[in-house]
């Protein structure tokens, strides 16, 4: 991104745009146009996360889990993976299931992981589809069983119009 981009995602993030708060976060993420500043990005990730964009949720879901920009807070980071992850966001409910099976930032639970981690599979998320494979190897057969009815209810009850 050139320096005439992070202007305009400024001077468009202080309309409090959520796309461009979130690009203004990414910037100072990747340094683009700007510093590495992780505290400047959490910021901006946190204003357009507050505006529910699941992007936006995802990386400030993120930087909790590897205290980046902020101190280290598994339960944080659990909270904002879940509302970009009920908004159907693949990379969310991928990570939301990781964290539910390693206990991080919650209880460790197989079936509830499991079920997350379907429903980023059943999107074609990659690395969900490739660990559910392995899952289905190794985990007891109820489990997955349990785990994919949670998928379909969740599904029924997260239908668009």
């Known amino acids: 991104m050139a320096y ?16 461009a708060e979130y690009n203004l976060g990414t910037c100072y993420e990747r340094a683009e146009g700007v510093a590495k500043d992780m505290t400047e990005a959490v910021k901006w990730y946190r204003k357009a996360a507050e505006q529910n964009m699941p992007e936006a949720q995802f990386n400030l879901g993120g930087c909790y889990k590897h205290g980046e920009g902020v101190v280290t807070n598994e339960i944080a980071a659990v909270e904002w993976y879940r509302k970009a992850a009920e908004q159907n966001f693949a990379n969310a409910q991928f990570d939301l299931g990781l964290c539910w099976l390693k206990g991080q930032g919650t209880k460790q639970d197989d079936v509830e992981g499991y079920m997350w981690i379907f429903l980023s599979s059943a999107q074609g998320f990659e690395p969900a589809k490739d660990a559910i494979k392995k899952f289905d190897a190794v985990f007891d057969p109820k489990e997955i069983a349990e785990g994919k009815n949670r998928a379909n209810i969740w599904l029924e009850q997260h239908k668009k119009p």
């Open 4 to 19: 005439l981009d992070e202007n305009w995602y400024r001077k468009a993030a202080e309309q409090n745009l959520a796309a």
